[in-house]
């Protein structure tokens, strides 16, 4: 039986595998016309491989083995190693019916049980296929079929020479014999225990009819399994099979006929009672619905802003106040709205979080180490967008804290620590954004020789590295290629993991912080939008522009003097509570006004200035701007070709009053400050 902590993830496994091989059914119909179109093979190839991976990680090896023969043969016709033909589609979607139907079994039971009879013999078949040996042209057997199911057409359609010299079809078992899915001796065997229970049924049927003194005609028992097993000459050829109308088939005191195959279960039942309380939505509709959303924020900011404007105008009016009501109503209502319809595309990073305790537990256990993952907070939720952005960071920070971080037991006993090491996980939501933190109780990170190792891996200079503070020196493991080990494993030490960490990040607009104590553990603080379709934005003014900077790469804001500025390497930069902090000025970047005109006289004077300090991944940098107009709820719009290939907007937004702001691209800010 399925675990209570893992019912949800099989719940999703059912919903997506049922719904995934339900498409295929369509997608190899149209792969049949058009055996040579890639992408609908692809498809089908990516659905089959995902159900067979989840249906491994959830342990349901029955699925897993049949899935895994359908595979090699979808990779072989990927690959163009052989040709679909119309045999091997029949086969194969005999396989995703099953598939379903095993699936189903879980859905009903908990768990998968025994594979269905006839599997095996299936599994030989498609891997005899894949090989291209398998070329008989008979339909696929039923999911249910045995060899002994198999013997009823045996005796009339078995290989050979009727009076009048012609050949009669096959029988199954000849054709299990051809394709190697049957030795010779096992049929011997299934055809004497086939003889032997025919005996023993004669026998019943003896005694039966002796007690209920009614005979029914030999010619009048139906042979069910024959035909529902093979569509054969031989079973047209025996008219009478079925029971006249006075006689119901269940009365036949005949051989008891054999069990009838297993047919998969109808999906609709355990389908519809899995998506009872679901609907699964594309999210292509989800973006248009938030579109439309985004499109009313921008009218109620319009809206608030001209009626606010009235109100003061025309204080007594009480056409003025009616309309300030029904602004308030509105800016309510549109709120919800926007919440709700945020909520829709909105997922538990439980998703992501329910794999760690197992790879935890598995590297663990390779590595000889003892150790454990705590996790919190995952019930907290994140859009859709970037929850599939955040699993492949987290894989690479937990698994640099099994590897890197947490000792050995000898070690952490040495140091006089507990002998198990603690990994913890969590997630919070802080405002608008959500806090996800890896802390590890290991030996921290050494900065010297993360220095050392960079400069040996050519990342920076001596010159560099020994000016570096502790902070900054931190940051250089990300540096693509940078790898404190001196060999490689198959864990890490590629030099990979933190390059993907930082630029997963910094796709969504996210914040990285590292903490690290020597000999007492590290910290790696991701701060992530909770979406990324309507923002929060900080306006800003250059001159007569107004720019908008998005609030979730504000660290914060200062008022400085001219005076405080200095200069390294033609670098401006303030000293930040003991950081050195290197600055952008807005003005100079876009070529407008204000800042550019002015002197360096006029820059050295004890004139106050604003300094907007921006975070992307683990970079900071100060832009400098001349006013600070407060927060606004923004939509992004594309600008299109409109951009003139300039990196350093994002895109554009209308506010309140109705003007077009642009929006700042903070990644570009910081890149350009690092290439001055």
């Known amino acids: 039986m399925i675990d209570d902590s893992m019912q949800e993830i099989v719940n999703d496994f059912i919903q997506e595998a049922i719904e995934l091989l339900e498409s295929l059914n369509e997608n190899f119909i149209e792969l049949e016309k058009q055996p040579d179109n890639k992408e609908i093979l692809n498809t089908i190839f990516r659905a089959a491989h995902t159900v067979k991976g989840s249906a491994g990680f959830l342990g349901f090896q029955n699925i897993v083995e049949l899935a895994h023969s359908a595979e090699n043969i979808l990779n072989k016709l ?88 012609k050949k009669k079809a096959r029988s199954l078992g000849d054709i299990l014999l051809e394709d190697n899915l049957i030795s010779k001796e096992e049929l011997e065997e299934i055809y004497k225990e086939k003889e032997e229970e025919e005996h023993k049924a004669g026998k019943e049927k003896a005694q039966e009819e002796h007690s209920e003194n009614k005979v029914l005609p030999a010619a009048e028992i139906p042979e069910v399994s024959a035909e529902e097993i093979i569509h054969s000459s031989a079973s047209e050829e025996t008219p009478a099979a079925a029971a006249p109308p006075n006689k119901p088939i269940r009365q036949a005191p005949a051989v008891p006929p054999p069990p009838a195959p297993q047919k998969p279960a109808p999906v609709a039942a355990p389908a519809m009672e899995i998506k009872e309380t679901t609907i699964r939505v594309d999210i292509e509709r989800l973006d248009n619905v938030m579109n439309l959303v985004g499109e009313l924020v921008l009218a109620r900011n319009r809206l608030f802003n001209i009626s606010s404007k009235l109100e003061i105008k025309y204080a007594d009016d009480d056409l003025s106040s009616a309309l300030a009501q029904v602004v308030a109503g509105l800016n309510l209502v549109t709120t919800d709205l926007q919440l709700a319809v945020m909520k829709t595309r909105m997922q538990p990073v439980k998703k992501v979080f329910s794999k760690f305790p197992r790879m935890v537990r598995d590297l663990s256990r390779e590595l000889g180490k003892d ?92 010159k560099s590295a020994a000016s570096l503070s502790d902070k900054d020196a931190l940051s250089l493991i990300f540096a693509p290629g940078f790898s404190t080990k001196d060999k490689a494993t198959e864990i890490s030490g590629r030099g990979v993991g933190m390059d993907v960490v930082k630029t997963n990040i910094q796709k969504l607009n996210g914040i990285i912080e590292i903490n690290s104590n020597p000999g007492q553990g590290s910290g790696i603080i991701l701060k992530l939008p909770l979406t990324v379709a309507i923002i929060q934005t900080l306006i800003v003014g250059i001159s007569d522009e107004v720019f908008a900077i998005p609030l979730n790469s504000v660290v914060e804001t200062l008022r400085i003097k001219e005076s405080t500025i200095q200069t390294i390497d033609k670098h401006e930069v303030i000293n930040l509570r003991k950081s050195v902090l290197s600055l952008l000025r807005l003005g100079d970047e876009f070529g407008i006004g204000g800042n550019m005109d002015e002197s360096a006289a006029a820059h050295s004077t004890d004139r106050e200035i604003y300094v907007v300090v921006v975070a992307l991944a683990e970079k900071k940098v100060g832009i400098v701007v001349d006013n600070l107009y407060g927060q606004e709820e923004v939509v992004i719009k594309s600008l299109g070709d409109y951009r003139l290939g300039y990196k350093g907007i994002s895109g554009a937004t209308i506010t309140g009053d109705g003007k077009v702001v642009l929006i700042i691209d903070v990644a570009s800010m910081i890149d350009a400050v690092k290439v001055r």
């Open 371 to 462: 150790m454990e993952l705590f996790i919190s907070g995952e019930e907290t939720e994140l859009d859709k967008s970037v929850i599939e952005e955040i699993g492949d960071p987290l894989v690479h920070l937990i698994r640099n804290s099994v590897d890197h971080g947490i000792e050995d037991k000898e070690a952490r006993k040495a140091a006089g620590k507990p002998e198990r090491g603690t990994i913890k996980l969590s997630a919070e939501h802080e405002g608008n954004y959500i806090i996800i933190s890896v802390i590890d109780d290991g030996k921290g990170m050494d900065t010297a020789v993360i220095k050392r190792k960079a400069v040996e891996k050519g990342v920076i200079d001596e």
């Open 78 to 165: 990927r690959q163009g190693e052989i040709s679909l033909t119309s045999e091997m589609t029949d086969y194969l979607l005999k396989t995703m019916d099953i598939l379903k139907s095993m699936i189903i079994t879980v859905s009903e039971t908990g768990s998968e049980g025994e594979p269905p009879e006839g599997n095996a013999g299936l599994i030989k078949k498609l891997n005899a296929l894949s090989e291209g040996t398998g070329t008989a042209a008979v339909k696929p057997l039923s999911a249910s079929v045995s060899a002994a199911d198999a013997i009823e057409v045996k005796k009339e359609g078995s290989a050979g020479n009727t009076p009048s010299g």
